[in-house]
């Protein structure tokens, strides 16, 4: 699969990467790995996870998989959302609090913390679980910039990439959201991964700033239930047009989709 450097970084990633937003919902911890390794298979080298994702158990997942071979890959794992009730370490634990969300909306919402010091406690956790010294790019999790104490953060950030523990950082939200960063041209706006779609093109609002789609994701969910459905294949064609010089995520249950992602590039 080809890879690119995201702008302004030295990072090179796949053309697609791999989001681990829904791996969860594969009860098996078999059939997660092997959806992980599927997704490595068709040529992904960059995986998207966060504390949030599956109550802590994607990042272990990942970990699991990641371990022995960190260098093959990049990975992003982001602060500012945390799980309800702290992380969860098995399936049954998740599924358990998923089900009981059902009735108690506020047991599966994310607790919502912009301190330094959780962002630093979590980011540690995080290491701990993805079993790695260090994470390619570290986002703030759908910030608010009228919440965010963003000095603070920076001067946390340069800190904890002088230790090692990150190479970048960056944002990840709605478009909107980050408009109003990139509108003061924040330097916590390096590297930005958002929402976008082949029809709505949402993301525009990024290109207006005179930016390059970096991580853009967003494509097939997008087009679920169209009038006119068109393949998975034909869909990332399009949507690797659509963001040229960066990385689209995909998020999938089915090992089936990621298979012939690899004939994309032939």
Same mark, same amino acid.
């Given at each position: 699969m080809? &890879?690119?450097?995201?702008?302004?970084? @030295?990072?090179?990633?796949?053309?697609?990467?791999?989001?681990?937003?829904? !791996?969860?919902?594969?009860?098996?911890?078999? &059939?997660?790995? &092997?959806l #992980? /390794?599927?997704?490595?298979?068709?040529?992904i080298? $960059?995986? @998207?996870?966060?504390?949030?994702?599956?109550? *802590?158990?994607? /990042?272990?997942?990942? *970990?699991?998989? !990641? $371990?022995?071979?960190?260098?093959?890959?990049?990975?992003?794992?982001?602060?500012? +959302?945390?799980?309800?009730?702290?992380?969860?370490?098995?399936?049954?634990?998740?599924?358990?609090?998923?089900?009981?969300?059902?009735?108690?909306?506020?047991?599966?919402?994310?607790?919502?913390?912009?301190?330094?010091?959780?962002?630093?406690?979590? =980011?540690?956790?995080?290491?701990?679980?993805?079993?790695?010294?260090?994470?390619?790019?570290?986002?703030?999790? /759908?910030?608010?910039?009228?919440?965010?104490? %963003?000095?603070?953060?920076?001067?946390?950030?340069?800190?904890?990439?002088?230790?090692?523990?990150?190479?970048?950082? *960056?944002l990840?939200? #709605?478009?909107?959201?980050?408009?109003?960063?990139l509108?003061?041209d $924040?330097?916590? %706006?390096?590297?930005?991964?958002?929402?976008?779609? #082949?029809?709505? $093109?949402?993301?525009? #609002?990024?290109?207006?700033?005179?930016? &390059? =789609?970096?991580?853009?994701?967003?494509?097939?969910?997008?087009?679920?239930?169209?009038?006119?459905?068109?393949?998975?294949?034909?869909?990332?064609?399009?949507? +690797?047009?659509r963001?040229?010089?960066?990385?689209?995520?995909?998020?999938?249950?089915?090992? @089936?989709?990621?298979?012939?992602?690899?004939?994309?590039?032939?």
């Amino acid at each position: 699969m080809k &890879q690119v450097v995201i702008e302004n970084t @030295d990072i090179r990633v796949s053309r697609i990467a791999f989001g681990t937003g829904s !791996l969860h919902h594969l009860f098996g911890k078999r &059939q997660r790995q &092997q959806l #992980l /390794e599927t997704a490595a298979s068709a040529g992904i080298t $960059h995986f @998207d996870t966060a504390p949030y994702y599956g109550f *802590g158990l994607a /990042e272990t997942d990942l *970990g699991e998989f !990641l $371990h022995g071979r960190r260098t093959a890959f990049t990975i992003t794992t982001k602060v500012g +959302l945390y799980p309800p009730g702290g992380a969860s370490w098995n399936h049954f634990a998740v599924w358990s609090r998923k089900a009981l969300g059902k009735v108690y909306p506020g047991m599966v919402k994310p607790r919502i913390d912009w301190s330094v010091q959780c962002a630093a406690t979590g =980011l540690n956790a995080s290491l701990r679980r993805l079993k790695t010294d260090h994470v390619d790019f570290l986002f703030l999790h /759908e910030p608010d910039i009228g919440v965010v104490n %963003s000095d603070e953060f920076l001067n946390w950030l340069e800190r904890e990439r002088r230790h090692g523990k990150i190479r970048c950082w *960056g944002l990840a939200g #709605l478009p909107e959201l980050l408009e109003r960063w990139l509108a003061v041209d $924040h330097p916590l %706006s390096q590297v930005l991964q958002t929402r976008d779609s #082949l029809d709505r $093109h949402e993301a525009d #609002l990024i290109l207006r700033h005179g930016r &390059q =789609l970096q991580l853009t994701y967003g494509y097939l969910s997008s087009r679920r239930g169209a009038a006119q459905p068109e393949s998975t294949n034909t869909l990332i064609r399009k949507a +690797l047009a659509r963001n040229p010089y960066g990385s689209i995520l995909i998020s999938t249950r089915r090992p @089936d989709r990621l298979n012939p992602l690899a004939e994309l590039f032939e």
